[in-house]
């Protein structure tokens, strides 16, 4: 699957945000996310690109603050060979995962359906019977991925075009 694009998963967040969430729990700025580390692995005989990030949220009410995102992406062979840094492109396909419970519980199951979601996807029971959390499988990102991507952004690992 060819997944969908950053622009397309960005527009679907700012989309769930204003359908679904009432207050503003889920802003687009996300000033609390810091980034501790990114490696990038590059592939270049298969043409692939993967951006680990690991970022926390410097709230003490977290238990477990710390969180690892994943951006994977294919690269032409011609992209690959003319540049040495191969900068992610807001239309390149792209593959995401998050290790946060909102992402695996909001996010995963559509992006899985979208072929967006990098890897298999985590196993999770629902306890209760609440309102669900994204009724209209809109695929997207969570905080952590949002932070991860600005924080790219002004690395100029991601760029517009």
């Not at 687009?28 to 590059?42: A, G, M």
């Not at 969570?142 to 760029?159: E, I, T, Y």
Request: net charge positive; proline share 9%; aromatic share 10%.
């Amino acid at each position: 699957m060819a997944g969908l694009t950053v622009n397309q998963l960005r527009n679907s967040t700012i989309d769930y945000s204003r359908k679904h969430l009432k207050r503003a729990r889920y802003p687009l700025n996300v000033p609390r996310i810091k980034v501790r580390q990114v490696t990038t692995t590059i592939n270049r005989k298969r043409g692939t690109v993967l951006f680990t990030v690991i970022s926390y949220d410097p709230d003490p009410r977290f238990k477990n603050p710390r969180a690892v995102q994943i951006l994977f992406y294919n690269i032409s062979p011609e992209r690959m060979a003319k540049e040495k840094v191969v900068p992610l492109m807001w239309k390149d396909p792209v593959r995401v995962r998050s290790q946060s419970p909102f992402y695996k519980f909001c996010f995963q199951y559509p992006n899985l359906k979208n072929g967006a979601l990098f890897g298999p996807p985590r196993r999770f029971t629902v306890k209760g019977t609440g309102r669900p959390v994204n009724p209209r499988n809109m695929p997207g990102l969570d905080k952590h991925l949002l932070a991860s991507l600005a924080f790219l952004k002004a690395r100029g690992l991601v760029r517009a075009s």
